[in-house]
């Protein structure tokens, strides 16, 4: 077996040999599959020499996966790195581990995997859901039906922690948990549970289900994901330099962290709030403010006051840590504690999850920084990726990696050049064989759903010819929001009749996800799909696979060949399944939202034209429905049936060009071993640097940083630009000229402050675009006012113009923008 995570024909086996009645072959999973086993099933397996020779030849290979040396080991002597806690509300690991809803969960499984391929020092930790995200079904009228199955996490992947047991409060009222772990590789994920005899009736069920409940029952689970998590951490001997939390949902992680330094070691709140900063990321992944977590003052008050308290602060002095002030001018009489806002304010370095993302979230959150354009809002993007061994079927591993390289997931972009010269029917066979699976797949269990809702086994062999093998298979699967727009198609509901029904160039969907239980609106446009289906005489060409999960995930992107995605712009975050798909070969055709927007090039997929400057909903959905159809109809499915110059039967060779276009292109840009190198040079690693410093020698610099800080915020008012002179010199392009700016400082020092000259191309409206800034020298730190000097060069074609400003500046700040303070010209 290959433990880089491949799925291979050997775990293949391993089901059959657990439970040969029973296997599925979408759901090969070794982290899970003995846990899959009846006791019984596996004392009968103890017997069998040739399961036993395999569980010894697995163990080996883990063996040497463990011992090998990875790429973090090849830095860690310079790397100031030793550990990451990875916090995160849901983890996608595998199907043997529901522990998921969505890509926030798949995300953070796919991040711990590669952490564990490159030997990344990280531990992950979340909460034990008893009934994990529901199961789905469908009504006779295809209205999305849950059921909530107990999770046994006795037979799951899992190990208890043995006498560990975690204890939180919730307002006066004591909670325990206790921890499970999942080895996930190197990497160990801690899981809290709170279904245990210590709780109440009422309070083992705090761990229930995953995003259930009201707000005070999230309010409960955050406390438990947060502050639990740290003490978890703490009863078992993990020492961890850097703390990421991945979404608010952990936030109060940070709360936790105060409290401790403030306690143990005597910091004020304020200084508190400076060291745990200094080890402290936070990842958004929400580009609509709708989408963050909101707790009013009240419940605060409830459950906190035990902590302000202990603390010595007040409630307002908790508060204004998660307040917004747009949110309290909307309503004053309802204060909210923003977590989102809170992660911002408790992290030195924050990141969204795509480029786009990025501009987007620094629109988002500018008011933190009213000084500040949106631009230089000091949130970055690290762009995700996902796990190449988990979703690449095995027949692309193998491809790839005899054409890129044997360790293709980790290969440099120059080595993916060598696609190029990969036989066509080569690569043709590999996307034929998946697109074969998958229709079996689909047939095999539309059938399964037939006969167990009564129908006969005559009557389901219609389900033999549901979906065809050799047509054009667009797959559209994800979280069923509005925003998502999966019923776009079917506005025009003649125009898709007339592509599925089409005998020359047949074209099929198929649609798979989850309605949150609450989305009636969500739960509308399924039964939409489901019904066109029915209506239209189309169910052999357009089909809603139900129950979406890992399984039917990773059947959907390897045998698609195309992968639909049609959000609002810019409401996608990231969205993380088409990289799935364009790693098996499936080409995207998506809206130019999230990752798509900043990879898409032109020639490795389709870009549906995006109507946003459109205020009218309804007239912006049949424009880009409109530019979809176009796509369809005269490029996409021409081009796939288009085998002019081939021999019968023999790969589309402009298709296929696509198909290496999209490989050459992405397969580089969108594996998590790139997202998370990217975490550890960028954020890792000078966050652990931070924390080191901040935190040494009794958090003597940290208590300084916010002595300073203070002393800065209160006397910023006296920093004023006075005058700015430029000598007479050439103005054309490329010239330099000399500026001399005159600072009133206040009671400030010249070291406190940083001046600026900000220059760039004159807009239309005077504004300054494609700014770059050069950092003036102080001619006497003595001198009041202060006089600073430097040059300014016309870089740019047309006008250019420059103006100046001073920041705080001290060497403890992750950013010179890090207050938001800044003074203009």
């Not at 502050?227 to 951490?233: N, S």
């Not at 055709?589 to 990752?595: K, M, R, T």
């Not at 800065?712 to 010239?735: F, H, M, Q, Y």
């Not at 400082?745 to 010249?750: T, V």
Request: proline share 5%; hydrophobic share 40%; with cysteine.
């Amino acid at each position: 077996m290959n433990l880089r995570w491949a799925w291979d024909e050997d775990t293949r086996n391993l089901f059959r040999w657990v439970d040969p009645d029973a296997w599925d072959a979408t759901r090969h999973d070794p982290v899970g599959v003995l846990a899959t086993a009846s006791p019984r099933r596996l004392s009968e397996l103890a017997q069998d020499p040739a399961f036993l020779r395999y569980q010894r030849s697995v163990h080996e290979d883990l063996v040497r996966y463990l011992d090998e040396p990875r790429w973090f080991q090849s830095r860690s002597t310079e790397s100031p790195l030793t550990q990451v806690a990875y916090f995160s509300p849901e983890f996608g690991i595998a199907e043997a581990l529901p522990q998921y809803s969505g890509g926030l969960g798949i995300l953070a499984g796919d991040h711990l995997k590669s952490a564990s391929d490159l030997g990344v020092p990280l531990v992950g930790v979340g909460l034990f859901y008893q009934h994990g995200y529901f199961r789905q079904g469908l009504s006779h009228d295809g209205w999305q039906q849950e059921r909530f199955p107990d999770q046994d996490p006795w037979a799951m992947p899992l190990t208890l922690c043995d006498g560990v047991r975690v204890e939180v409060e919730l307002g006066d009222t004591p909670l325990v948990a206790q921890v499970w772990r999942a080895d996930v590789g190197r990497v160990p994920l801690l899981l809290l549970d709170t279904d245990v005899d210590d709780n109440p009736e009422e309070l083992r069920n705090v761990t229930d289900r995953l995003y259930g409940g009201d707000v005070e029952h999230r309010l409960r689970q955050e406390i438990l994901l947060g502050i639990g998590g740290v003490r978890a951490l703490e009863a078992l001997g993990v020492e961890a330099q850097v703390f990421h939390t991945n979404e608010g949902h952990a936030g109060f992680l940070g709360l936790e962290r105060m409290r401790r330094a403030m306690v143990d070691h005597g910091l004020s709140f304020a200084e508190a709030v400076e060291a745990t900063r200094a080890a402290s990321i936070f990842t958004t992944h929400t580009p609509v403010p709708a989408g963050i977590d909101r707790f009013p003052r009240p419940l605060i008050e409830q459950y906190f006051s035990g902590w302000t308290a202990e603390c010595g602060i007040t409630i307002d002095d908790l508060m204004a840590l998660g307040h917004r002030e747009s949110e309290s001018a909307v309503d004053p009489d309802d204060e909210r504690f923003n977590m989102a806002v809170m992660g911002l304010r408790l992290a030195g370095r924050s990141n969204a999850v795509s480029a786009l993302h990025g501009a987007v979230s620094r629109d988002m959150f500018r008011e933190l920084w009213p000084d500040l354009e949106a631009d230089e809002v000091p949130i970055g993007s690290v762009t995700n990726g996902v796990h190449a061994g988990t979703w690449v079927s095995a027949d692309m591993s193998d491809l790839l990696a005899r054409t890129v390289l044997p360790e293709w997931d980790e290969a440099p972009s120059d080595s993916w050049e060598r696609l190029w010269t990969a036989p066509d029917d080569e690569l043709w066979r590999v996307k034929e064989q998946a697109r074969a699976r998958l229709v079996s797949f689909v047939r095999e269990r539309v059938r399964e759903r037939a006969l167990s809702s009564g129908v006969s086994a005559s009557e389901a062999t219609w389900t033999d010819d549901l979906l065809d093998p050799h047509a054009l298979t667009i797959g559209f699967a994800r979280r069923f929001a509005t925003y998502k727009r999966a019923n776009l198609l079917l506005a025009q509901a003649d125009r898709l009749q007339a592509l599925l029904l089409d005998p020359e160039r047949p074209v099929q969907f198929i649609f798979a996800g989850k309605a949150h239980p609450a989305d009636d609106e969500g739960k509308k446009m399924i039964s939409e799909i489901v019904n066109y289906a029915k209506d239209l005489g189309v169910r052999h060409r357009f089909i809603f696979l139900d129950d979406y999960d890992i399984a039917v995930a990773r059947t959907l992107y390897q045998g698609s060949d195309i992968w639909l995605n049609t959000p609002r712009r810019p409401q996608e975050a990231c969205g993380t399944s088409g990289m799935k798909a364009a790693l098996n070969g499936t080409l995207n055709c998506s809206i130019l939202d999230g990752w798509w927007d900043e990879l898409f090039d032109g020639d490795n997929g389709w870009a549906i034209t995006s109507a946003e400057d459109q205020d009218d909903l309804v007239a912006r959905d049949k424009l880009e429905a409109d530019s979809l159809f176009d796509l369809l109809e005269h490029q996409i499915v021409p081009l796939f049936h288009d085998h002019a110059g081939s021999a019968p039967g023999t790969a589309p060779r402009g298709w296929v060009r696509r198909i290496k276009s999209n490989l050459v292109s992405l397969g580089p840009a969108v594996v998590a071993s790139r997202m998370v190198r990217d975490y550890v040079t960028e954020l890792y690693e000078p966050t652990a640097a931070a924390a080191n410093v901040l935190r040494g020698d009794g958090f003597a610099r940290a208590r300084s940083l916010a002595e300073w800080k203070g002393r800065v915020r209160s006397e910023w008012a006296g920093v004023k630009i006075a005058e700015v002179t430029v000598d007479d010199g050439p103005a054309e392009l490329g010239a330099t000229r000399e500026v001399e700016v005159v600072v009133e400082l206040g009671s400030l020092a010249p070291i406190d402050v940083e001046v600026q000259l900000v220059g760039g191309h004159v807009a239309q409206h005077g504004e300054l675009t494609d700014t770059s800034t050069a950092v003036l020298r102080c001619l006497d730190p003595g001198a009041r006012p202060a006089r600073y000097v430097g040059t300014v060069t016309g870089s740019t074609p047309g006008r250019f113009g420059f103006t100046v400003r001073a920041l705080p500046a001290h060497p403890d700040l992750p950013s010179a923008v890090d207050l938001g303070l800044c003074t203009w010209a």
